[in-house]
């Protein structure tokens, strides 16, 4: 697709206006009702490799509860961002897994702010973490071995999630009061996007241009022009809160998930919509595969992931299924051989914290 910049927002607008085509995809209802185990023929296979568990959970007041992965270029490794509970208190820390060694190297963030994010650079493979209260933290090798060091502190407060703009000038933060900051590495100035009426949970700059897509709590996924501020598109295709926005690899197709166990899938260039409802409770989370730009899988708060091929959208595949368990989040790294996945432990009523979360590592096939 290419678009120049006069003309990007006519062109998705003159596409929006036309018909949506809304097909349903997802398993009939009576393979709905069946246990995952008997749908094994639509199964992805993956080799459990290992796993990372609290080695705390014994210990009532400070817990971890891990949020974010992003696997890093080289070194068959991956940085990992959590929080530990104290008192009712997050205190984030980023860190880095090693597969080689089987070691975890992590550092607290220096201001007293939770974790809510990772940001990659892939050419330089370097990785920061994003602080609640606006503070960006890296990781990267002193005198001493790896060091942990502020490198912004943007004194934005209440964020959600960020996203690097394609040329990493730029940071595009979503926030609880209801507003999408775009932040300046270089001036340290900031701009803002107003038009949610409820929490922004998530948010995302196209690899490829100007435009940026955010989810909220008003249950409406919105497309931006960064350059203009101008908001483009406001798409309410979701029942409940969208927690979840992601752009594929070329910038062409979005996904979104929601509170209301939907996926939803969008074709920029045609503005077509395909909804799936293959999950049976909210998805948290999405991942576009690296290496095929048409795959994506996504996670849900009941332990299943599921995978979707674009090209084959009726066909949509079980990865593996943990009952009694939370996908916080999903990675796999730049060859697509390595999955990692948090998985927290589902919270009874009767239960004043939860069990300690787990990462477990596998290979796919």
């Known amino acids: 697709m290419n678009l120049g910049k006069p003309d990007l927002k006519w062109y998705i607008q003159q596409k929006a206006a036309q018909n949506v085509k809304e097909r ?6 009576h393979l709905n009702q069946l246990p995952v185990q008997t749908q094994i023929k639509f199964s992805i ?3 459990f490799v290992g796993c990372i568990n609290d080695q705390d959970q014994k210990d009532v007041i400070k817990i971890l509860k891990f949020t974010h992965l992003k696997w890093l270029a080289k070194n068959n490794s991956f940085a990992l961002g959590y929080n530990k509970i104290n008192n009712q208190k997050r205190q984030g820390h980023l860190s880095i897994f090693d597969l080689n060694d089987w070691k975890l190297f992590y550092k607290k963030f220096a201001n007293d702010e939770a974790m809510v994010g990772i940001l990659n650079q892939e050419y330089l493979n370097k990785v920061f973490g994003i602080g609640s209260n606006g503070g ?3 990781i990267e090798k002193g005198q001493g071995g790896l060091e942990q060091r502020p490198v912004l502190e943007t004194k934005i407060l209440q964020i959600t999630e960020g996203s690097f703009s394609p040329n ?3 940071i595009a933060f979503s926030s609880q009061d209801k507003l999408i900051y775009l932040y300046d590495v270089q001036s340290e100035s900031k701009e803002t996007l107003m038009g949610h009426g409820k ?3 998530t948010v995302q700059w196209n690899p490829e241009n100007s435009l940026i897509i955010s989810g909220a709590d008003d249950e409406t996924i919105r497309l931006w022009d960064a350059s203009s501020r101008d908001e483009i598109l406001n798409l309410k295709r979701h029942n409940l809160g969208v927690k979840k926005v992601r752009w594929n690899r070329n910038g062409t197709y979005f996904a979104t998930t929601g509170k209301d166990k939907q996926t939803l899938l969008f074709d920029l260039r045609k503005m077509d919509m395909e909804i799936f409802k293959l999950h049976q409770t909210q998805v948290d989370t999405i991942f576009w595969h690296p290496k095929y730009q048409n795959i994506f ?3 849900d708060a009941n332990g299943s992931i599921s995978c979707y091929n674009i090209n084959a959208p009726n066909e949509p595949m079980y990865v593996q299924h943990v009952p009694e368990t939370i996908v916080t989040d999903l990675a796999l790294d730049s060859s697509g051989s390595m999955m990692s996945v948090i998985r927290a432990k589902q919270v009874q009523p009767d239960q004043k914290i939860s069990m300690a979360d787990q990462i477990s590592i596998y290979k796919t096939a």
């Open 297 to 299: 899988l996504t996670g």
């Open 24 to 29: 349903l995809y997802g398993y009939p209802t």
């Open 199 to 201: 929490e922004v949970y």
């Open 168 to 170: 990493h000038h730029k």
């Open 45 to 47: 296979p993956t080799e």
């Open 136 to 138: 960006i933290y890296t």
